[in-house]
């Protein structure tokens, strides 16, 4: 009986250290890469010269013109914004309309535009297409 006792203890022994050695060889070695913050695909680690501004502007563009596209009578809206230090300096809209019916005014899409995208109406081109 003491011999099993002992065999066991053994086993168990080894079992434990066999374990231990095999997680410090999975640490060392690149089998689990470490994580790298740099190249981490968040917002806060794109390249700085981006502008997180100008991110939430691309996504109030595609929103405004989609809004402006599902208007009756428009069948396309392309909304062009140029920038200059992180800050809307002008707008250019282009929008393709069916049958010259149009159910919303120029005055309306530019007003909308202008409060969306906080710029004065003023730096605001809209062509007909």
Known sequence: MNSKKFL????SFTLVIGVIVMGIMIRQSNFFPKRK??????IDN??????????YYDYNIEALAGRIKDENGITDCKINVNYLNGEIISVNISVVVEDDEV???ETD?????????EISIENIELSYD
């Open 8 to 11: 066991y203890s053994l086993g």
């Open 37 to 42: 913050t740099v190249n981490n695909y968040c």
């Open 46 to 55: 794109l390249n700085q010269n981006l502008d997180k501004d100008s991110l």
């Open 103 to 105: 159910n919303i005014s």
């Open 109 to 117: 899409i530019l007003d909308y535009v202008s409060q969306s995208l």
